[in-house]
């Protein structure tokens, strides 16, 4: 992984720019920066303006965990061409059989959280039992996303230990869910096959897209990443050294001034033409 801001990042980005990209972000990490309540993360005026600015030159998509009517609260007065909830798995079509069918795992899974007993060796102040959603230990909590699971402990007073007895419970789900890391969160999946990488690849078929540049923070942006597509541009945005992303920025403040970057060369190349697409 090489810096974004770097003579190799600046000159990927300009080559990407000159064939009228799709432009793919992740929400939480990337758009916004992480907070103790995910309600809480609202997009920052500048950034709401950048993206605006951005839809006069290219389609914007944002790839989101969340749950898709959430996220369309989120983005609120910022219009976008395309917004994929549940980490690619909501396109905003709840009567499709597959949304029907996963929401009825989710269900069980929610519930048999709800009941399961928590181990012998949970630390004192756990509940044995999950409750409404919760575990009597603040600031741990499972957010039902309709088509997902998502486990947070961010606000946990140990969050080692929270984790520990989270994945000491989640062997127990019946049908075993897919799991997946990320920042003090645990996601579980109906399936391994659709995620942010194929939605992704999904929609530029679809659409017809040559190119896209991807903006993503996290573990699920790595479905992304992993793919090594020559017709994605994968920037990550906090350095990982496992990651698989082409280029990193160092930390999410950085985003405003990457979208500023990417508005300057989506300018100069409306400008001077865009290339026919390849690729």
């Known amino acids: ?27 939480d990490g990337t758009l916004t920066a992480l907070a ?24 914007v998509a944002v790839l989101s965990g969340r749950h898709r009517p959430e996220l ?30 996963v929401q009825g795992l989710v269900n069980g899974w929610l519930e048999q ?14 509940s044995r039992r999950w409750s409404g959603g919760r575990v009597d230990l603040p600031g741990v909590w499972v957010e039902d996303k309709q ?8 606000n946990a007073a140990d969050p080692d230990q929270a984790l520990a007895v989270i994945n000491a419970a989640l062997p127990n789900l019946q049908p075993a869910p897919q799991i ?11 399936d391994a096959e659709t995620n942010k990488g194929s939605a992704l690849v999904r929609l ?4 017809s897209f040559g190119r896209a540049i991807f903006f993503g923070d996290d573990d699920t942006d790595e479905d992304v990443f992993r793919l090594e597509h020559p017709a994605i541009l994968g920037v990550r945005v906090g350095y990982s050294p496992a990651s698989h ?13 990457a979208l500023a970057y990417s508005l300057a060369c989506l300018r100069r190349a409306s400008a001077n033409g865009w290339m026919q697409q390849s690729g």
């Open 113 to 126: 959280l709800q009941v399961s007993p928590l181990p012998t060796v949970a630390p004192s102040g756990w």
């Open 245 to 257: 992303a082409r280029f990193y920025l160092r930390r999410q403040q950085d985003m405003s001034k």
């Open 36 to 59: 103790s309540d995910p309600r809480e993360t609202l997009l920052a005026v500048n950034i709401q303006t950048l993206v605006r600015r951005l839809r006069h030159y290219v389609p």
């Open 147 to 154: 088509y997902t699971l998502t486990l947070h402990y961010r």
């Open 180 to 190: 997946s890391g990320g920042k003090r969160v645990v996601n579980l999946f109906p």
């Open 72 to 101: 369309a609260t989120l983005l609120a007065g910022v219009e976008v061409d395309f917004m994929i909830g549940n980490h690619g798995l909501d396109w905003g079509d709840p009567t499709h059989p597959e949304l029907q069918r």
């Open 204 to 207: 530029m078929a679809e659409q």
């Open 1 to 27: 992984m090489q810096p974004f801001f770097s003579k190799t990042g600046i000159a990927a980005l300009r080559e990407w720019c000159r064939q009228r990209p799709l432009f793919a972000l992740d929400y």
